[in-house]
């Protein structure tokens, strides 16, 4: 039986190795997901932290994050690496 994540489910058994590839597809964050997830831990870390105002929340770009956001992207951000996800793209702290 194979179902999707909007369901809220997080994978599916196979019984053949030639249906992993479409299980991993189907359960792996898009990979433009996964790294605005890795981007959002490495800015949350950065402004959370002394060097970047100790903040509790603030923008990333159009986009507030907060603990709420950290704790949905480390989902998504566990979900990419299990499958073997390579970031595109990384956070820059801004100068100051």
Known sequence: MCTHPALRLDG????????????????????????HAELILDAYDY?????????????????????????MALVISAKGRAAGMARSSTFTPPEA
């Open 12 to 35: 599916t058994w196979v019984l053949h190795p030639d249906q992993v590839a479409a299980a991993n597809e189907v359960f792996s964050p898009r990979q433009e997901d996964y790294d």
């Open 47 to 71: 402004y959370t932290s002394a060097a970047g105002g100790a903040r509790g929340a603030v923008m990333l770009g159009d986009e507030m994050i907060d603990e709420a956001s950290r704790k």
